[in-house]
């Protein structure tokens, strides 16, 4: 069975809250516009261990490769093909 977008996002939500409870930082972005998206949304994390959470998120299921935007101390782990509105 396909996983839907609305499934996708929740085990992106739910990588973040484990990164929390793990004593990381973690941010869920549910409207990124990433480089080239020309406003597009999608969504996407606020993290400093970005090898960690793409671990975390592959664990829960999500297949797709994330693309990546250094914030300066943290780091964007964003899904393009994830969005709410598709």
Do not use: H, W
Not at 34 to 52: I, N, S
Not at 74 to 81: A, E, G, L, R
Request: net charge positive; glycine share 8%.
């Amino acid at each position: 069975m396909k996983m839907t977008n609305n499934v996708k996002r929740f085990k992106i939500a739910r990588a973040v809250q484990e990164m929390i409870d793990r004593g990381d930082y973690a941010s869920l972005q549910e409207d990124y516009s990433g480089r080239g998206m020309f406003g597009a949304t999608c969504c996407g994390a606020v993290v400093e261990d970005v090898d960690k959470f793409i671990k975390i998120v592959k664990k829960n299921g999500v297949k797709e490769n994330p693309l990546t935007d250094n914030m300066g101390m943290k780091y964007i782990v964003y899904y393009s093909t994830i969005s709410k509105d598709n």
